[in-house]
């Protein structure tokens, strides 16, 4: 599956960012996708992520601020990032489970990333 993720930008704090992930060569209902992020310095790590049946989950830090969804027929997952914090700033990618899984313990496929930079 290709994945490019789209929508980063540089923005200030509290302010928000769409950003999206379209997919190609295979559906995202087949894998559960997941927007992950990582910061200068520091391990990659889960943001939030949609199931193949449309379950979500997030991250801690992420909820209450973040949502992720897709569109089908779009073939697209979005994450809405609303009250960003310079804590947030970092690369974002998107990244397929393998086929028929629920979870990232391996990822089947990264998009090439876009950075989010928040500014205080």
């Known amino acids: 599956v290709e994945l490019v993720e789209s929508g980063g930008g540089l923005v200030e704090t509290g302010e928000s960012l769409r950003l999206s992930c379209a997919a190609s060569?295979?559906?995202?209902?087949?894998?559960?996708m997941g927007w992950f992020r990582q910061a200068p310095g520091k391990q990659r790590e889960l943001v939030a992520a949609?199931?193949?049946?449309?379950?979500?989950a997030y991250n801690h830090f992420a909820k209450g601020r973040f949502t992720v969804s897709r569109d089908v027929a779009k073939n697209t997952v979005y994450l809405q990032m609303n009250n960003l914090k310079p804590e947030d700033t970092a690369v974002y990618y998107c990244?397929?489970?393998?086929?028929?899984?629920?979870?990232?313990?391996?990822?089947?496929?990264w998009g090439q990333g876009t950075q989010v930079t928040v500014s205080s």
């Open positions: 990244g397929t489970s393998l086929p028929g899984r629920s979870t990232f313990d391996r990822v089947g496929d």
């Open positions: 060569g295979g559906t995202v209902t087949t894998y559960a």
């Open positions: 949609i199931t193949s049946d449309g379950t979500t």
